[in-house]
């Protein structure tokens, strides 16, 4: 997906039919998924996934999803993006740990 600071790839994501037709241009994504999901790895930093999160909201995700090296999800969403949520909003059903 096109950023502020260039193409970046979300490590998952789910994006509506509607939204690739509106966003996409020459094969690249002008606006972000609706839920962009980066798994941390130990070598990752606070402020690399802070800065992360901060692109994919900018480029209009509608939530970010951390996974930590445990298999525990982290729900960040629109309009409160620097604190993580109980669930997510568009998949509230969503686990909040995955197998690792």
């Known amino acids: ?5 260039g193409i970046k ?3 998952a994501a789910w994006i509506s039919e509607s939204r690739v037709k509106r966003g996409l241009k020459d094969d690249v994504l002008t606006i972000a998924p609706e839920i962009c ?3 941390v790895s130990p070598g990752n930093t606070r402020q690399e ?3 992360k999160r901060e692109l994919y909201f900018a480029a209009g995700a509608e939530e970010v999803w951390f996974c930590d090296p445990k298999g525990v999800l982290h ?4 309009g409160s993006e620097e604190t993580a949520a109980k669930a997510s ?6 686990s909040k740990r ?3």
């Open 75 to 78: 729900f960040f969403l629109k």
């Open 89 to 94: 909003g568009l998949c509230p059903s969503m």
């Open 49 to 51: 996934m802070e800065n």
């Open 37 to 39: 999901v980066e798994v």
């Open 1 to 5: 997906m096109l950023t502020s600071d």
């Open 9 to 11: 790839g979300a490590d």
């Open 98 to 100: 995955v197998k690792v």
